[in-house]
């Protein structure tokens, strides 16, 4: 492919010597871009305009995993090639899964509150029944740090088809049979018509009591409401949320009041960790498409991920 990149809205040094140094050449959006790869995350740009104009473009990378912002720009231009940063992540955001676990077993937010010495408290993660929900990189990233502890891993994907590491993989429609008595709920997939709210009321009340949910996914994964009266009667243990729906969750929202929730403002993949990591993503499937090889993270348009 002829590598003429418009990049939105600009690119870091390395990013841009990079690609030159694999023989891309910057150009802007009225200079007939063959390729835009998106470095601004989440922001708002005009780029279905620019792809309107250029329908030359062949191929636009997308800076991050999830990308349901996005939905209706893809539904506009399916028959392009589009790539996302799904997996690129995956250790950080995989590390914030587990950490955000342990808070919840442990009580942190409590702890790290406190003034006094206390009573004791909190679990073990060993010896635990975990359901991960997801199999993609953060997803298979949880698993692997899951296993690292004595735990049985079951994997809710789309479909059956095994995730490495897990102990059992099941499809979406076995979500309510795994989570019985199920003690960690891990939320690691991306938001879809299909899996938007799929936790609620029910699926949280058949977890065991004392169970903890972990969700560095989507805030819309989840009924928030029910999230609330779970912990409020006492049915959960805890909740570590990187994710909330809205984002950035209000001032005088329930869950911040909850000292069994513990709320990080979707920092599992800070700046610092997403430039280098984005950088290489861009930089391996622009190789690829140049020496004619399929790239990684291809987006599928219809399924939204």
């Not at 090639?81 to 442990?106: D, I, M, N």
């Not at 199999?135 to 479909?159: C, I, N, P, Q, S």
Request: hydrophobic share 40%; net charge negative.
């Amino acid at each position: 492919m002829t590598s003429r990149i418009h990049l939105m809205p600009d690119g870091e040094p390395e990013l841009v010597a990079g690609l030159q140094a694999q023989g891309a050449e910057i150009v802007g959006a009225d200079e007939q871009p063959t390729a835009v790869v998106v470095t601004g995350m989440f922001r708002s740009f005009n780029l279905a305009e620019v792809l309107e104009a250029n329908p030359q473009i062949s191929w636009i990378q997308l800076p991050s995993a999830g990308i349901e912002k996005y939905g209706e720009i893809l539904r506009r231009f399916p028959d392009r090639l589009w790539t996302s940063a799904k997996g690129s992540y995956a250790k950080p955001v995989g590390e914030h899964g587990l950490l955000l676990t342990l808070a919840a077993l442990r009580g942190l937010k409590v702890r790290a509150r406190a003034t006094s010495w206390g009573t004791e408290g909190g679990i073990s993660l060993n010896g635990l029944r975990c359901v991960v929900v997801g199999a993609g990189g953060v997803a298979a990233e949880m698993v692997r740090l899951y296993k690292a502890f004595d735990t049985h891993v079951t994997v809710v994907r789309r479909t059956q088809e095994p995730l490495q590491g897990a102990d059992r993989t099941v499809s979406q429609d076995q979500l309510d049979e795994v989570l019985d008595g199920a003690d960690v709920l891990a939320l690691a997939a991306a938001v879809t018509p299909d899996t938007e709210n799929m936790i609620g009321a029910r699926q949280l009340g058949l977890l065991a009591d004392g169970a903890v949910v972990a969700n560095v996914g989507r805030g819309r994964l989840i009924d928030h409401d029910a999230l609330v009266d779970a912990l409020r009667a006492g049915r959960l243990r805890g909740a570590g949320l990187d994710v909330t729906e809205p984002e950035p969750l209000p001032d005088g929202h329930p869950l911040w009041e909850l000292e069994t929730c513990l709320i990080t403002p979707h920092t599992a993949d800070t700046k610092a960790m997403v430039v280098p990591r984005l950088r290489d993503r861009v930089l391996e499937n622009h190789r690829r498409l140049r020496d004619g090889e399929p790239p990684v993270g291809v987006v599928d348009t219809t399924a939204g991920y």
